[in-house]
């Protein structure tokens, strides 16, 4: 096992993805088991998406653009709503048909509507991460690094293409912030043959 460094987490092994996902829809915490679909699928920071509204999932069609700002720049940043995410977004709308457009999408249990905080989403994708087994570094984070990591390892993506979809300076800097592993990168190498 590598070495943690403190303040570096990691991507979330698919199959650690899909038991988190398949637990947290049995027990019914819905709510959750969207929080980590919306950061798998869109692949932004958190800070980025925590703040949506039901109303803002209820008018949303299927390859429709969501636009959103970015906190860490302040640029307005356009995302095609892909299939994992629309339809996770219907499935957990089902469950809120009662609740008001203005309310937000990871509303906390306390107060009348304020959003969840990032430390306390934090704490709810560390507490399943661990109920899942997975040893590796895991944060808020780790959603964004798992849309880079898998979308270049299981989905066959182009660094340069998940590059720009994280608005990354380079796809060098991609590659590393996916941990991509070095042999990855030299095995490409002894595959092309002229």
Avoid at 48 to 66: A, C, S
Avoid at 84 to 91: E, I, K, P, V
Wanted: aromatic fraction near 8%; hydrophobic fraction near 35%.
């Amino acid at each position: 096992m590598k070495t943690k460094r403190k303040g570096f987490v990691e991507p979330i092994e698919w199959e650690k993805l899909q038991l988190a996902l398949g637990l947290l829809e049995s027990r019914g915490r819905m709510r959750d088991w969207f929080m980590i679909k919306t950061g798998l699928n869109l692949g932004l920071r958190s800070c980025d998406w925590l703040d949506m509204k039901l109303g803002d999932l209820r008018r949303l069609q299927p390859d429709e653009t969501l636009w959103l700002t970015e906190q860490k720049t302040g640029k307005r940043i356009s995302v095609v709503v892909n299939d994992g995410f629309y339809q996770g977004a219907q499935r957990f709308l089902e469950t809120l048909q009662d609740r008001p457009d203005d309310e937000f999408v990871f509303k906390s249990k306390k107060g009348r509507n304020a959003r969840i905080s990032r430390q306390h989403a934090w704490y709810l994708l560390k507490e399943i991460a661990r109920e899942v087994g997975t040893e590796r570094n895991i944060g808020l984070h780790s959603l964004r690094k798992s849309f880079a990591h898998h979308g270049v390892l299981r989905f066959g993506i182009k660094v340069e293409v998940v590059s720009e979809a994280l608005n990354h300076s380079s796809p060098r800097i991609t590659r590393n912030y996916a941990c991509i592993p070095e042999e990855t990168v030299q095995d490409a190498r002894k595959r092309i043959n002229f």
